[in-house]
Nanobody, 124 residues
Framework: QVQLMESGGGSTQAGGSLRLSCAAS????????IGWFRQAPGKEREGVAY???????YCADSVKGRFTISRDIEKSILYLQMNSLKPEDTAMYYC??????????????????WGQGTQVTVSS
């Protein structure tokens, strides 16, 4: 059974950095898409970035150039390095795995397995 566990969230001021980690159990990184989503209070969940095979895509234009998704296949950990954080990045961040098709991997309901989330709070 796939299990995803996020960590690394916290509070920081604008301009700061955080690195999120997602420990993924029973995930074949060669065949399984895996990515990050976030949901801010009162807003819909949105895709942040994902990895599919050797391909990386950043779903949200607002994070391009500031966030970097990566993974350590040997350790089966997915990372999201977040730099130059802004108050609008405040959200619960979720790790998700196994794209099941449909509207594309950036769509909020496109993945099968989800972690519990880790809170990121950025103050101005």
């Amino acid at each position: 059974q796939v299990q995803l566990m996020e960590s690394g969230g916290g509070s920081t001021q604008a301009g700061g950095s955080l690195r999120l980690s997602c420990a993924a159990s029973n995930v074949n990184h060669k065949t399984t898409s895996i990515g990050w989503f976030r949901q801010a209070p009162g807003k819909e969940r949105e895709g942040v970035a994902y990895i599919s095979g050797d391909n990386i895509r950043y779903c949200a234009d607002s994070v391009k150039g500031r966030f970097t998704i990566s993974r350590d296949i040997e350790k089966s950990i997915l990372y999201l390095q977040m730099n130059s954080l802004k108050p609008e990045d405040t959200a619960m961040y979720y790790c998700a795995a196994f794209y099941r098709g449909g509207k594309g991997p950036c769509a909020s309901d496109s993945f099968e397995y989800w972690g519990q989330g880790t809170q990121v709070t950025v103050s101005s």
